[in-house]
């Protein structure tokens, strides 16, 4: 069964893979029937939530045998050979000459004790056979394809030596190195910088046409996929669910999921915020009945029932019982609530404000993170502080909350001077103002029961209650962020971080505040949790008149959530604008090159492709 | 705290066998004189005969009974070393958790003096320190309370210290707990599990290392039936009567199996508890 | 290059440092600890006029501080005094043995090294395996022997039941078995063997989390012989960890080899140690215990050097 719609025959055929991994009573059947096809010059998008069995999948296509795995059944079809059935012996020749992996994590792709230019060499070493000369003058050809020629002293780095886009980009020409013809990425840009993805990717989008790669691209970032890829297969609990040509899937979904997926990706030309999905993913291929069925808001009893076949329905194939029918799923956007108007650009006094913050880390010979910083927030607003990794966002937060007391500057909490450092402060500015981390899990104590948090803060910030009452009230708090009861018992491991983002903001409401420090706390979270703490905050925001900051590298994410915007680079604020100003006439060219790196997360990019990728990779990029 | 980890213990198969080897051991070291069926210091019997009756194990070059020896010859092996760790416990640890949660410059002073400690090799301490002070149990146990604290102070101080640095910490600090009640409620629970780890490990090593004491001379002195004092004797008469030898030798390596096979599961149910 | 330096001049620093430290302990256990020191050492049948003498010699007779600068001064220059039971001086009797020690402490730990390190690195690799638990197993039954048990045990076996070996390493040069060689054969095993539970365990750790890092992974679907990946990528990282954890190793040594010279009667160090303490000979306890100290102790800082070298991070940035 060919799910593509090409003519031309593919490179590489995945057919019925089906993998299990040993578990403690039986085996756990994580990817079942995943059939997909690739073609030279085309890239197919792999996406899919945490745990949805996309990487495993795709490893296991290779004929890699993963540490864990008990089974793994079906056909992987290179040049007419099985990889599954190849010998260990042949499969190492095909491995790097006519497949190539490249790995998440940069520091994952080399080893950190050897220097890069010799592991390169090995790559290289074990399909040809060259003199030593010619072996390097290939390497140099490989990374001057990545845009990375003329570094200095290249041959005598370690991985460390290099930044994270640079080494990802090393890890790119390690796979190029013997010319593949099939490359699977494996989420190589989730850990980079907005701005040092795009050049990836556009390096990427050269590479697999000038090269005529068939090319398999995994990610849970689903508009990411549209920009840059040809068709897209959308994973749920170890299945494909839909497969199709990337605008089809994306702007004309026929599965309930890849609708709720798409409705959930914030984009920055849209001030609705995105849709929440409920529930969460089962951690295993689900035996009987459609996966998706628990969560699916157009469930019949018969789609528990039986097995669900991917079946072909207008441009797509999708795995779902009611395929035929016309289910008015292609309209994702606008179907959660507008954030409060904001129309209220009106500059109201702040609540809460720093004034020429300077901060650093490391004592006096430290680097300094924050340069002059202010900034402020009123009552019932919500404004973004956002920037690359290393602006200092954090810092500045973390300074306001009183963890980080700065090297200069003022910090004033209703009118009055508020201490640089926590233990300074009275217990009403302690209790008013709370943080939230990023990692749910770290923040709370792995030893602890979530009702033993719970009741900790809930003693702290209401001294006056019975043991009865303290209990009652973690219940009530539980309730406002949509927590069961039932998680009271609970340890944070048995939670998933979207439960345990909930319990952190259920305990910091414990404290009847004011404000609301956000440090990036859905930067961690898949895009359907996301969006859940998203609509979250606006509400308690809306319900209680809470002045909240709200940290976060994702642009995407402020357009529906904030009023103001405040933009920094480098330690300083480069930008400050009301949102919607400042999306559609950014002042400062930091901000511009921050919108264009997020704009693939657009209405638009939706609909008619991402042009600042095609721009970037046609006209060349800079090392 | 302790039950749900003593279950997840006892859930292995080694935590099950150590437990139990655990039991028969402590049953041998508090009951044992007591059911002993003679004194260990009596001559009772022929010198050198084979098991009997009367001699389970047989008799020992004196004509005393083997059997009594090694059943009243545990608790020395056992209580002092013991009582030693313990008191590195207090040493160490208390001082271990207060300086890693603690941090800036007096733990960065602790930690030196502590790798200094630690650079001193432990059984040439003992050996000068028991050495001069012969067999009395007060130096006994203050010798392996004071090698062994290093040891366990830098552990301790390290788990304290990757406590102390968490968000639950900052979170805790937020609402303005002082440092005590952080300590005690936030960053013990999350030490405790290394510190009992480290506990099981260390009695094993002061209970060997004691023995060894006693094998080389240096530690109890005859007629005392220390297991490892034992041993050493019967090394003279092994070809005449092997069970002078093999009866403390096989009660020692149980309780040095005991011991292992008991850390081996703790590690692995703390490790499995952080997940 | 300045770095390095720096750091080495530093961890020398440390080793001085804990030198003095070990030193000091020495001195002050001998002459704190039992009541009357100068009887002590010397017995009850020594005379008035001897235990006097022997007060002055030690310098007791000065406050404890006094002492042991007095002391630390004479060691210094080489006087160590003489032996109270031979009369001969301490240096004499102790230094020839030195070198004996030492060769056993290098057999010993080439015996172990050659058992424990592939035993740990299949374990390792193939974590989890059939053959993970029999390695594992076997181990941890070593691991609950102690020294003196497994010494004992082998010198019962091969030496007095089947006789293929030499009962004592004393006399050397003429064992009568006609190879003055397998004299150093069950020594340097038992040695080994104390050794094998320690390295074995950190070997099979650091193995089986060396080999699931994803840049091995990587390294093997670039096509890379296993053989190969075994050899560049999976040892260096595994050898770069493990040599942190030599200095645990390096104690069971120090125990071991004065347990097993004292089974076998081998003439070393420790030998020599473990009599002179029971015949309460303190200048020979005393410069025992500072020579091998002092041996640790530059064993301890070679280790931390070779860590330095084998890790490119330190070697370049002077931070992990």
Redesign the interface.
């Known amino acids: 069964m060919t799910v593509s719609s090409q003519p031309e025959p593919p490179v590489f055929a995945a057919s019925d893979l089906c993998v299990s991994y040993k578990g403690a009573a039986a085996e756990r059947l994580v990817v079942s029937g995943v059939t997909f096809q690739l073609h030279a010059g085309r890239i197919l998008g792999l996406a899919g939530e945490t745990g949805c069995g996309k990487s495993t999948a795709a490893l296991a296509s290779t004929g890699f045998a993963l540490p864990g795995m008990a089974r793994r059944t079906g056909q992987a079809l290179l040049d007419g050979k099985n990889l599954l059935a190849e010998q260990p012996g042949d499969l190492r020749k095909i491995w790097g000459k006519d497949i190539a992996y490249v790995p998440q994590q940069p520091s994952g792709a080399f080893s950190p004790v050897r220097k890069v230019w010799r592991q390169l060499d090995e790559a290289l070493e074990a399909h040809v056979r060259l003199a030593p000369a010619d072996r390097l003058a290939r390497i140099e050809e490989a990374l001057a394809s990545v845009g990375m020629a003329g570094i200095d002293a290249w041959r005598r780095r370690y991985p460390f030596e290099f930044s994270g886009g640079q080494l990802q980009r090393l890890s790119l020409a390690a796979a190029m190195l013997c010319a593949p013809r099939v490359v699977i990425f494996d989420e190589p840009t989730t850990s980079l910088d907005p701005t040092t993805q795009e050049t990836v990717l556009a390096q990427i989008r050269q590479l697999v046409a000038r090269g005529q790669l068939a090319a398999l691209y995994i990610s849970h970032d689903l508009a990411l996929l549209r920009a840059l890829c040809d068709d897209i297969a959308i994973m749920y609990a170890g299945e494909i669910v839909e497969y199709g040509p990337a605008a089809d899937v994306t702007t004309r979904p026929r599965h309930p999921y890849s609708a709720a997926l798409v409705a959930a990706v914030p984009t920055i030309d849209s001030p609705s915020i995105a849709k929440a999905l409920p529930g969460e993913p089962p951690d295993a291929v689900v035996a009987a009945g459609c996966a998706f069925a628990a969560r699916c808001p157009h469930a019949e009893p018969r789609c528990e029932e039986g097995k669900v076949w991917l079946v072909p329905a207008g441009a797509v194939q999708v795995r779902c019982v009611r395929a035929g029918e016309e289910l008015g799923l292609a309209s994702p956007a606008g179907t959660a609530a507008r954030r409060a108007d904001a129309g209220a650009a009106v500059q109201r006094d702040p609540v809460l404000a720093a004034r020429d913050i300077v901060a650093s880390y490391g004592g006096q010979e430290g680097r300094v993170v924050l340069n002059g910083v202010s900034v402020g927030v009123a009552a019932d607003e919500i404004v973004a502080l956002v920037g690359e990794s290393g602006s200092g966002k954090s810092t500045l937060l973390r300074a306001i909350?009183?963890?980080h007391p700065p090297a200069a500057g003022e910090l004033s909490y209703r009118g009055a001077a508020l201490p640089p450092r926590?233990?300074a402060?009275t217990?009403d500015a302690?209790r008013e103002i709370?943080?939230v981390?990023q990692?749910a899990g770290?923040?709370?104590?792995?030893?602890?029961t979530v009702g033993r948090?719970m009741v900790?803060?809930i003693t702290?910030?209401q001294p006056g209650l019975t043991r009865a009452g303290r209990r009652a009230r973690a219940r009530e708090l539980l309730e406002q962020v949509q927590l069961s009861a039932a998680v009271i018992q609970a340890y944070p491991?048995q939670l998933s971080g979207g439960q345990r983002q909930r319990v952190n903001l259920a305990?910091a409401l414990a404290a009847e505040p004011a404000v609301l420090l956000c440090d990036e706390v859905t930067s961690s979270l898949d895009v359907s949790v996301q969006a859940g703490i998203l609509s979250l905050i606006a509400r308690l925001r809306r319900e209680r008149q809470l002045a909240v900051i709200f940290v976060t590298h994702d642009l995407a994410v402020v357009r529906s959530l904030a009023d103001r915007v405040i933009v920094m680079w480098d330690g300083a604020i480069i930008e400050s604008q009301p949102t919607d100003a400042l999306f559609s006439n950014p002042e400062s060219p930091q901000t511009r090159l921050l919108l264009e790196a997020a704009s693939y997360k657009s209405q638009q990019a939706f609909t008619s492709g991402w042009t600042a990728l095609d721009t970037l990779a046609n006209e060349g990029l800079p090392s | 705290?302790v039950p749900p980890l003593l279950r997840r213990v006892l859930s292995y198969r080694e935590g099950r066998f150590g437990f139990a080897l655990l039991i028969v051991i402590a049953f041998i070291v508090i009951g044992g004189p007591f059911i002993a069926p003679d004194s260990p210091f009596a001559t009772t019997g022929i010198p050198l005969s084979g098991p009997s009756l009367a001699h389970l194990l047989g008799t020992d070059e004196l004509g005393r009974d083997v059997l009594s020896r090694v059943l009243a010859g545990g608790r020395d092996v056992v209580l002092l070393p013991v009582a030693g760790i313990l008191g590195a416990f207090l040493l160490g640890g208390v001082t271990g958790l207060i300086s890693g949660y603690g941090g800036g410059w007096p733990d960065r002073v602790y930690t030196?003096v502590v790798?200094?400690?630690l650079?001193?090799?432990?059984?040439?301490?003992v050996?000068?320190?028991v050495?001069?002070?012969?067999d009395s149990p007060a130096?006994i146990v203050t010798a392996i309370a004071l090698v062994y604290a290093p040891g366990i102070a830098r552990i301790v101080r390290g788990a304290a210290q990757a406590a102390g640095r968490?968000?639950?910490v900052?979170?805790?600090?937020?609402?303005?707990?002082g440092v005590t009640s952080i300590a005690v409620?936030?960053v013990l629970?999350?030490v405790a599990g290394t510190v009992a780890v480290q506990l099981a490990l260390s009695c094993t090593q002061a209970v060997?290392?004691l023995?060894?004491l006693d094998?080389?001379?240096?530690g109890a002195q005859p007629p005392s039936p220390s297991w490892?004092l034992m041993?050493?004797d019967g090394?003279q008469i092994?070809?005449l009567q092997p069970l002078t030898?093999v009866g403390p030798?096989v009660a020692?390596?149980l309780l040095?199996?005991a011991f292992?096979?008991l850390s081996?599961a703790l590690q692995r149910a703390v490790a499995e508890r952080?997940? | 290059m300045v770095r390095t330096t720096w750091l080495f001049a530093r961890r020398s620093i440390?080793?001085v440092?804990?030198l003095l430290?070990?030193s000091a302990?020495?001195y002050f256990?001998?002459r704190l600890?039992?009541a009357n020191p100068a009887r002590?050492a010397l017995g009850k049948t020594a005379s008035a006029a001897q235990v006097h003498r022997f007060i002055v010699q030690q310098g007791l007779d000065h406050s404890a501080l006094a002492g042991y600068l007095q002391w630390l001064g004479h060691v210094l220059t080489g006087n160590w005094g003489t032996s109270l039971l031979s009369q001969s001086p301490v240096v004499q009797l102790a230094l020839p043995r030195l070198l004996q020690t030492f060769l056993l402490a290098v057999l010993g730990f080439i015996v172990g090294s050659l058992i424990a390190i592939p035993l740990g690195y299949l374990a390792g690799a193939r974590a989890d395996s059939r053959l993970d638990l029999a390695i594992s197993s076997g181990i941890?039954?070593l691991?609950?022997?102690?020294?003196?048990?497994v010494a004992?045990?082998l010198?019962?076996i091969f030496a007095?039941e089947l006789r293929w070996l030499p009962v004592t390493s004393g006399a050397i040069e003429s064992t009568g078995y006609g190879n003055p060689l397998l004299a150093y054969v069950l020594p340097a095993a038992s040695l080994g063997l104390v050794v094998v539970p320690q390295m074995a365990r950190q070997v099979r750790i650091t193995a089986s989390e060396v080999a699931r890092e994803q840049y091995v992974s990587a390294a093997v679907l670039r096509g890379i012989a296993p053989r190969r990946v075994a050899l560049r990528y999976i040892i260096p990282a595994v050898a770069g960890r493990v040599v942190n954890v030599f200095t645990l190793t390096l104690?069971a040594l120090?125990?071991g080899v004065?347990?097993v010279e004292?089974?076998f009667g081998y003439p070393g160090v420790g030998q020599l140690?473990?009599t002179s303490?029971?015949n309460n000979d303190?200048p020979v306890?005393?410069f025992c215990?500072v020579l091998?100290?002092t041996g640790?102790?530059m064993l301890?800082l070679a280790a931390d050097l070779f860590v330095i070298a084998l890790n490119p991070r330190l070697r370049r940035t002077g931070v992990m």
């Open positions: 909350a009183g963890l926590i233990e402060r217990a302690r709370q943080l981390f990692d770290a923040a709370l104590n792995p030893r602890h948090s900790r803060a702290c910030h491991s305990r | 705290m030196a790798n200094v400690a650079s001193v090799p432990a059984l040439l301490v050996l000068i320190l050495g001069v002070g012969k130096v968490s968000e639950y900052d979170v805790a600090r937020l609402r303005g707990e409620r936030e629970p999350n060997l290392l023995a060894t094998f080389l001379g240096v490892g041993i050493a090394e092994v070809v030898l030798a020692l390596m040095a199996l292992n096979l081996g952080q997940r | 440390v080793a440092f804990t430290v070990l302990v020495v256990a001998s600890l039992p002590a941890v039954g691991a609950a022997l102690p020294e003196f048990v004992v045990a010198l019962v007095v104690a120090f125990t004065v347990v004292t089974v140690l473990v303490i029971g303190s306890v005393e215990v091998m100290g640790y102790i301890n």
